[in-house]
């Protein structure tokens, strides 16, 4: 048995406007119909996209310091919010009409990554990485923060967050800092989960929960672009760890065909991709900087990417094969 292939054909491709990578996010429409979201390091345009048709559903280029992460977050009406970290903080939209909500900008801190997640009743936050070491809590439909993670003496900046969730449990946040730790905390009341994980021996740059039904996994990245899997409950390693032998810009996740896929991309524009339970990797060939990924309900999973030119090429992706 051969190592599998993910076989996938474009179905869209389109110009950003600039001429250098940007950064995306997927997304659903009310309709059901799947939008991408853009923005750039310098805060200077967030845009979102029909994919269909190539063309801008909406564009805000009133600017922003900087842009250093961006996440989506379904509310219970239907709508849904996007938030960008910012040097300052976070700003808000309302992702599908593109209005911003300047009464929900949040100004008190450097903000270097963010992700969504959902209370155990069903309400939806964003959390953040804070420069100065905590985790943040917000509520995602008002925007009012909800808290902090404790301080902590010997805590670095926080550079990366992500949010497990799993049948039974009120979920995980895991963050990670720039001595390479990996701190969890209670996405409730932000109290600490267990001891810090000595995870990696350079800063941790991203993290991402798996799509793995019934385990509590996450994957961490590194600067030298070492990827490993963890139990978030126990903090436990799970498998091997993976060298890209690149810098890694981005990681996504979808399920395509019910096999939970981990994708990733960086420095040498390679898009490569693993199974996320077994950590057997998948043959795939695409070539970017930068990665998003989003299941649909079919079964397929659309993954979109950027070049350094700022081209945006979309692909979608049947159930795996053996190659």
Same mark, same amino acid.
């Given at each position: ?12 491709r389109?110009?950003?406007?600039f ?27 967030v ?14 280029n ?37 209005r ?17 997640g ?55 946040? /895991? *963050?990670? $800092?720039?001595? !390479?730790?990996?701190? #969890? =905390? %209670?996405? @409730?009341? +932000?109290?600490?989960? &267990? ?23 996450? /994957? *961490?990245? $590194?600067?030298? !672009?070492?990827?490993? #899997? =963890? %139990?978030? @409950?126990? +903090?436990a390693?799970? &498998? ?21 896929v ?28 930068v ?33």
């Open positions: 048995m051969g190592v599998r292939q993910l076989m996938g054909q474009e179905i869209a389109f110009s950003s406007g001429g250098h990578v940007v950064r995306s996010v997927l997304g659903v429409g009310q309709d059901g119909q799947p939008l991408l979201f853009t923005s750039v390091p310098n805060g200077s345009d845009s979102c996209w029909d994919i269909r048709t190539g063309g801008r559903v909406w564009c805000d009133e600017g922003m310091s900087g842009c250093n992460d961006r996440a989506l977050m379904r509310l219970p009406d239907g709508g849904l919010r996007l938030a960008c970290a910012t040097e300052d903080g976070v700003e808000w939209w309302d992702a599908l009409t593109g911003r909500r300047p009464e929900m900008t949040w100004e008190e801190q450097t903000i270097w990554a963010l992700t969504g959902v209370l155990p009743d069903g309400h939806p936050i964003l959390l953040g990485a804070g420069h100065n070491g905590k985790m943040y809590r917000w509520d995602a439909v008002s925007g009012d923060l909800l808290g902090t993670s404790p301080s902590h003496a010997d805590r670095g900046s926080m550079m990366a967050v992500g949010f497990v969730s799993f049948p039974g449990h009120a979920g995980v946040v /895991v *963050s990670g $800092d720039d001595d !390479g730790r990996i701190w #969890r =905390w %209670n996405p @409730v009341n +932000g109290d600490q989960m &267990g001891e810090p994980i000595e995870g990696h021996g350079c800063q941790v740059d991203i993290i991402r929960g798996l799509p793995v039904p019934g385990k509590p996994l996450f /994957v *961490s990245s $590194d600067q030298e !672009g070492v990827l490993k #899997r =963890w %139990n978030a @409950v126990t +903090g390693p799970i &498998g091997s760890a993976v060298e890209t032998g690149s810098d890694v810009f981005s990681l996504a996740t979808a399920s395509v065909g019910g096999v939970p981990l994708f990733a991309a960086g420095a040498d524009e390679t898009v490569r991709a693993w199974d996320a339970n077994t950590g057997e990797p998948i043959d795939l060939r695409l070539r970017s900087a990665v998003s990924a989003l299941t649909q309900p079919d079964g397929t999973a659309l993954v979109a990417t950027s070049t350094p030119q700022g081209e945006i090429a979309v692909h979608t992706y049947s159930p795996l094969t053996r190659g």
